[in-house]
């Protein structure tokens, strides 16, 4: 009895499970454990003989991990350590297979799925065929050619399957060439049939439109292509020429050089040769002459010289192109006395010498219908001519630019005394003149603002000694008028002594003079006016503080000279004053200060510790303090030194040059 092996799902620890089929006994251990049964005896308990020399039972690995990836093996070895029979059928197991039809098992196989189209004129894009050929053409109207050869170049369009025909353009051949039949489907026969790429082949002849053409080659491309598609290309052909282009390349026939100098061989030779020349022609030394550029052509094929001028935008010449048109320039001329040389024209037996190519050299000048022209320059060909002809290699280029000379500086004249200076010069600028400009700025920022002086004459008369003038200088046009206050009983009429003005300092140049400025004005400083000296003598409180906000402008000394001279007056302001009233006018001015800054500081914080702080510097309880340390503890209470009824606080307890009583300053920040 025989049993047919099954297909068993075997495990290992820690892998899938694979289907792997094996041959051997099935039923149990008992089968397991079984070898070599004799033959004869029944598959029966009792009737088979266990082999005491197996003891490996275990199912062969059939799965193995390579790479991290699962391979599947076959087995060779069987429980029991058997080997398998491999590949080994059984002739059951040969019927079965004979007997199968894998089309009731699967079904009907799936078609494959049709191949992408693709159309001709994306297929076929931009691949064309070349074909060489010729055709000949008759002639009846010539004696020196029966026929004529014209090679063409055929195209077959794949994308489209039209034709063209084109005929390579030949210069001065006198034939209407270039496109013979422009792109289309060319007809093969009265049938309607085209001719399509089939049809063309190396050796064969084609007739379109009555005309026949012999195809001789053909390129790569269309080679490879037609090979490709199974067709046999005939060997190329070699491609005829015509009769008539091949005598016209034969060499002339050679002819005896005459004795006299060949004029047709020149001009032959120096066909549209011409040397070109950059000249100059310096015509300074004559009235309202100038230095003009020209070209002057050289033409190698009959000796004849061109000279043209060189024009540039807006140079103020008429546009004449030519000064001296194309013609043989003699060199030198038979002395001739009989006739005029301006009525008669010029005959080769007047002339010893003409003008040749050697004549023309760069740097050296040359004398053309009386006019000397410098050569400086010339073009590549015909420094390349002079060293093949003369052996002249180093021709060189001369800068011939004149340097710009400097601009000539603009002088006014002298200035002639009436208006001002600046308006006076608008003349010499314009036709018509403009006023001068004004700086908008200033005036704005400066508007209505005066600065007012006290002054005495500086004369010698004694009636002058008791003058007084007042000095008003305008800030915003920098202008000074000068008023004299009526004295009644002194003879003198006062009133406007000097209208608004600029006063120029005595010294300065009258082309460019040099104005009065603020800084000028200081206690003591000698202004001149047209003559007259006057001394400043005073000013009022808005010069010091205007002087004080832009000490910039003004020097140490004469910001110093105001401040002593207002504090002098200051002072001695009050003792006049006490004298008439018996009050001292400062302390009332001091106490209403004081009493208006405890009103707007009342909610100041460190109001309680400022005299605590300045007594800390004041060891010696004098009741001042230096200035700089007085604003450095201004500075670190916050104390608004910047504010007009502080600085004016300031200013009145202010003793001597660097200290500062602190008690009143105190008392307007405390209770």
Not at 39 to 46: A, I
Not at 153 to 162: A, F, P, Q, R, V
Request: a negative charge.
């Amino acid at each position: 009895m025989e049993r047919r092996g099954t297909c068993e799902r075997g495990t290992s620890p820690g892998q899938p499970g694979t289907t792997k089929p094996f041959q051997g006994g099935g039923g149990g251990v008992a089968d397991a454990m079984m070898s070599n049964p004799e033959p004869g005896l029944p598959l029966l308990p009792g009737t088979s003989c266990a082999d005491p020399t197996k003891t490996d039972f275990h199912r062969s690995q059939t799965l193995s991990y390579t790479h991290g990836y699962a391979m599947a093996r076959r087995p060779t070895v069987g429980i029991g350590g058997d080997r398998l029979q491999v590949n080994q059928l059984s002739q059951a197991d040969l019927d079965e297979l004979a007997n199968k039809a894998p089309l009731l098992t699967y079904g009907e196989p799936k078609p494959a799925a049709p191949p992408e189209f693709i159309p001709a004129h994306v297929a076929f894009d931009k691949k064309v065929l070349k074909f060489d050929a010729y055709f000949q053409e008759d002639v009846s109207m010539s004696t020196d050619e029966h026929y004529r050869i014209r090679q063409v170049h055929i195209y077959y369009y794949l994308e489209d399957d039209s034709m063209s025909v084109m005929e390579p353009l030949v210069e001065n051949s006198g034939i209407p060439q270039g496109k013979l039949i422009k792109r289309q489907r060319l007809p093969k026969n009265d049938r309607g049939d085209h001719y399509h790429w089939k049809d063309l082949n190396r050796g064969i002849n084609i007739t379109v439109y009555g005309r026949t053409f012999h195809i001789v080659d053909c390129d790569g491309f269309t080679q490879e292509f037609l090979e490709s598609q199974g067709i046999e290309l005939n060997p190329p052909g070699k491609m005829a020429l015509d009769p008539y282009t091949e005598l016209r390349k034969r060499p002339l026939h050679q002819y005896v050089t005459p004795s006299d100098f060949d004029q047709l061989k020149q001009f032959l030779t120096f066909d549209k040769q011409v040397l070109r020349f950059y000249a100059i022609w310096d015509d300074t030394d004559s009235m309202f002459g100038e230095c003009r550029k020209y070209i002057i052509h050289y033409y190698l094929m009959d000796d004849t010289v061109e000279i043209r001028e060189i024009h540039e935008r807006n140079d103020g010449h008429d546009p004449f192109p030519v000064l001296m048109n194309r013609q043989r320039m003699p060199k030198i001329l038979v002395d001739s006395k009989n006739f005029p040389k301006c009525v008669l024209e010029i005959s080769d037996q007047e002339v010893l010498e003409w003008y040749t190519a050697k004549d023309f050299i760069v740097g050296k000048p040359l004398t053309i219908l009386g006019r000397t022209f410098f050569i400086y320059d010339c073009d590549p060909f015909t420094r390349h001519y002079y060293k093949e002809k003369f052996g002249i290699s180093d021709l060189p280029c001369i800068d011939v630019s004149k340097k710009e000379q400097p601009p000539v500086k603009q002088e006014l004249p002298p200035y002639n005394g009436f208006g001002p200076v600046e308006d006076s010069a608008q003349n010499c600028f314009v036709l018509i003149p403009k006023a001068p400009k004004k700086d908008i700025i200033k005036m704005l920022m400066n508007e209505n603002k005066v600065l007012r002086f006290l002054a005495s004459l500086e004369s010698p008369y004694p009636e002058d000694k008791d003058r007084r003038f007042v000095f008003s200088y305008f800030l915003a046009t920098d202008m000074i008028s000068i008023f004299e206050p009526p004295v009644r009983n002194s003879g003198i009429i006062g009133g406007k002594y000097l209208g608004r003005t600029k006063v120029a300092k005595p010294h300065s140049p009258p082309g460019n003079p040099i104005y009065y400025s603020p800084s000028d004005f200081f206690i003591g400083a000698v202004i001149e006016v047209f003559g007259h000296r006057f001394i400043i003598l005073d000013t009022d409180n808005y010069v010091l503080r205007y002087m004080e906000s832009n000490a910039a402008q003004y020097s140490p000394e004469a910001l110093l000279s105001i401040q002593n001279h207002v504090q002098k007056r200051e002072a001695s302001a009050p003792k006049l004053e006490k004298k008439a009233t018996g009050v001292d006018p400062s302390m009332q001015e001091l106490e209403a200060l004081i009493d208006r800054i405890q009103k707007q500081v009342k909610d100041h914080p460190c109001r309680d510790n400022i005299r605590e702080a300045f007594q800390v510097y004041d060891k010696e309880a004098t009741g001042f303090v230096d200035k700089e340390v007085f604003f450095k503890i201004c500075s670190t209470l916050s104390i608004p030194v910047d504010d007009s009824l502080t600085k004016e606080l300031i200013r009145m307890c202010s003793h001597g040059e660097d200290k500062i009583n602190y008690y009143n300053f105190v008392r307007a920040f405390s209770n």
